[in-house]
């Protein structure tokens, strides 16, 4: 169902079991389990699909290693479950990754751990050699039933170095455990929605969609149009992670503060030495202050983050100058030998974890679980379940959780579950890929090459994507590629597409002639006219400038008519 269809429906029928607000991972995660029950449920986000936290995560798939220490031993378990599911369910984005773990000391963060884990004291502190190994023989422990991948090993100082050159020389040994990575969570949270559309007769979703609250009840406005149309929800889902409190205020729900999250920032270089000297591996390291960072090859770059910070306002988190100090500075402590350069950097992002409100002072000590509150009807507005709190790995957990208690205020009941769903291009995914893509390549008369990467872009759903069409200038995006992403998912402006549809933009592969020349392929596709792809234009490099680190200001035109729908 397209965006004209999903609206004339809601004109003619107003009337829907359940609204869920929030167009992000967690949002679509309750949306695809309720759409698989066969409910009436429309989704609807202010902006594009998983375009605030879930699309500024550390593109980890982790149990949370350091969550240990804080007890959280259920939500270590839950992840780690979660984790190996996406394993399974999603094998096209989600893939195994070797983590290393620089040891500097043996016996430090012993008592400490143990006076953090009693809660006596919430400072963090350096972790030695055994605090790391009982984590970690933790961590293999709760995976033991299911094995998937292999259980940690230590490796003395020698051969660290043997392995890692580049490391800080002060390193006294290192582990290495399993976890995961994903490569595109994006474009995995759209394949979710569209897959639960198409098994969900009665599931609609939309993008750039605002719900207010008015006199008669609640109104559901079109950004692109400025439509404003009533909706009647039996029961309605807040699914807006950091926004939960802005949500809440502006439907009228009569809700006590139920968020405090923290930004935090990452930035992608382009320095071969350092993709280099990681050798395939996640290092997982402690920064001086005893803050967790990370750093790792991703798709030919190396993603180095984070901070965490406390924020107020979530709609404008940008990773600051202080920050990109702080994680190059975290950097050099671990790979001493390595300068970055300004001009590696090709990408910065940032945004807000979805935490429970808290007035703890340190942020690391703030629970990462998940849990659903009822806010009870009032008035005009119906019951309103509040998703609190949440981890990206987690999402089909908590998505099934909110949605259990959605049914049952319904009176319905669970038809089906989601444990084993594949989703999107992970389903039918073969054992031998390569022999795979040579059969793709020799079906639609592509490269081999070409087959490769529209199979690590798209998985098994590559053959919809596998015309043979021209390459986009200084891209490895095809523009029959570009065209079939604009018609099949609900793309709206240059900031989808670059920013969410493709990883064009986080792997620093943008330029003016590869902006103009898929702005040329959407403007023709939704009939603008050249001022409307002017400002499209402009208002896309001034996001860009604003709020990536990306400023190519100085070699474009300038136009004082800029859109604000994708800013």
Not at 38 to 59: F, H, I, M, N, P
Not at 455 to 461: A, C, D, H, I, V
Request: proline share 4%; charged share 25%; glycine share 8%.
């Amino acid at each position: 169902m397209n965006r004209n269809d999903t609206l004339a429906a809601l004109r003619e029928r107003p009337d829907i079991a359940v609204l869920v607000i929030g167009g992000g991972i967690n949002g679509i995660s309750v949306f695809r389990e309720l759409a698989l029950q066969g409910v009436d449920v429309v989704l609807a986000e202010k902006s594009d699909y998983c375009s605030g936290a879930s699309a500024a995560l550390s593109r980890m798939v982790h149990g949370g290693l350091r969550y240990l220490e804080n007890g959280e031993f259920k939500l270590v378990r839950e992840s780690l479950a979660e984790r190996d599911r996406l394993l399974r369910n999603a094998p096209h984005y989600v893939a195994p990754l070797p983590t290393t773990v620089p040891i500097f000391d043996t016996f430090s963060g012993i008592a400490n751990g143990a006076v953090r884990f009693l809660g006596l004291t919430r400072r963090p502190s350096r972790r030695g050699a055994l605090v790391i190994k009982a984590g970690l023989t933790l961590y293999d422990l709760f995976t033991s039933a299911r094995r998937l991948m292999p259980t940690h090993r230590f490796r003395g100082r020698a051969e660290t170095l043997g392995t890692w050159p580049a490391i800080n020389p002060a390193i006294r040994s290192s582990a290495t455990y399993y976890d995961a990575w994903v490569s595109r969570p994006e474009r995995l949270g759209l394949e979710m929605l569209f897959d639960a559309m198409a098994a969900g007769p009665s599931a609609r979703a939309l993008n750039y969609a605002a719900v207010t609250s008015a006199d008669a009840g609640l109104v559901l406005t079109d950004s692109l149009t400025g439509e404003a149309l009533p909706i009647r929800p039996t029961l309605i889902i807040n699914a807006t992670g950091g926004w939960i409190d802005l949500t809440n205020k502006a439907i009228g729900a009569s809700a006590p503060r139920m968020m405090g999250g923290t930004k935090g920032s990452h930035l992608i270089v382009d320095n071969a030495k350092l993709y280099g000297a990681l050798g395939g591996h996640m290092v997982y390291y402690e920064n001086e202050d005893g803050r967790i960072c990370i750093l790792f090859p991703y798709l030919g770059k190396v993603l180095i983050g984070s901070t965490d910070i406390r924020v107020d306002n979530p709609d404008e988190v940008r990773c600051e100058d202080d920050e990109r100090r702080y994680i190059l500075q975290s950097l050099a402590f671990v790979f001493p030998s390595i300068k970055i350069g300004e001009d590696q950097i090709v990408f910065s992002f940032s945004g807000v974890r979805p935490l429970p409100a808290t007035d703890d002072s340190f942020t690391g000590r703030i629970p990462r679980d998940h849990f659903c509150e009822f806010v009870e009807a009032n008035g005009h507005l119906p019951a309103t379940l509040c998703m609190i709190g949440g981890k990206w790995t987690t999402f089909r957990s908590f998505g099934a959780m909110a949605a259990d208690m959605a049914l049952a205020r319904l009176g319905l009941a669970r038809s089906r579950g989601t444990e084993d769903l594949a989703i999107g291009g992970g389903r039918d995914f073969p054992d031998d890929p390569e022999t795979w893509c040579a059969a793709l390549a020799e079906r639609h008369g592509l490269s081999i090459e070409r087959a490769c990467s529209l199979f690590e872009r798209y998985g098994t759903s590559a053959d919809q994507f596998a015309e043979p069409s021209s390459m986009l200038s200084r891209s490895d995006y095809a523009a029959g590629e570009i065209r079939l992403i604009i018609e099949r998912e609900q793309v709206e402006c240059l900031a989808d597409l670059f920013l969410r549809r493709t990883t064009i933009a986080i792997t620093g592969g943008l330029s003016l002639p590869v902006i103009d020349a898929v702005l040329a392929i959407l403007a023709a596709h939704k009939g603008w006219d050249s001022t409307r792809a002017a400002a499209e234009r402009d208002a896309f490099l001034a996001l860009l400038a604003r709020r990536y680190g990306i400023d190519l200001s100085d070699l474009s035109r300038t136009n004082d008519k800029r859109s604000a729908l994708c800013a």
